[in-house]
């Protein structure tokens, strides 16, 4: 355990450390709300923490990272990126179960024999571990800007909402006020037409240019 607190140490807390019992699983919702609290997290980190980046990464679309563009922004070079590779291709196609011991003799005998420096491919790791934290921490700023913005966007549009809400039942609730009104003109006026009988107020509807009769209803 001393050697892996060192490690995570010399690197700033890059390395991710994993539960390896199997007895750690989070649940989901709790593994959604533990990664939104690193986005948090990265987002907050100061933008010049990790200035390793000589050119604009390129953006992550559906979430797919394309890892060697990352690295080139940041100054890694092909050569630096196939040190990492071939000694991830070296670890993989050990036994498994094979001793930890053993596997750094075999690792480190076959790095020998290609002529490949440790300490090249040590720096060329750390370099990507660094890219890698860089881009997290970027995307994460990024992430959150995205998400400030739509959170006001949509108070603004549910502000316009209530006020369109507001706006229609004003409409309706004078469009009551008139029906009430006119209707009780409506029935001070008949009162002034019954006077004088239904068979009168229909001829005079009938012979009027200015009046239609009204349709009656089935």
Known sequence: MSEKKGWGSTVKGWFIV???SGEGDVPEP???AAEDELIRQAAQAEPDDLPVFTSEPPPAP????DFGSVYEAAGITAEEHERVSRTLELLNSLPPGTDEAVKRQIVMASLRAFGVPIEKIIESGAEQLQALEAYIRGSARDTEQVTAQGEQDIRALEEQIAVMRRAMQQRVDEQHKVMRACNAKKLE????LEFFGQDAVARVVRESPKLHEPKSEN
């Open 62 to 65: 559906d979430g797919e990272v």
């Open 189 to 192: 006026v008949q009162k002034v």
């Open 30 to 32: 709790e593994a959604v």
């Open 18 to 20: 994993q539960d390896s």
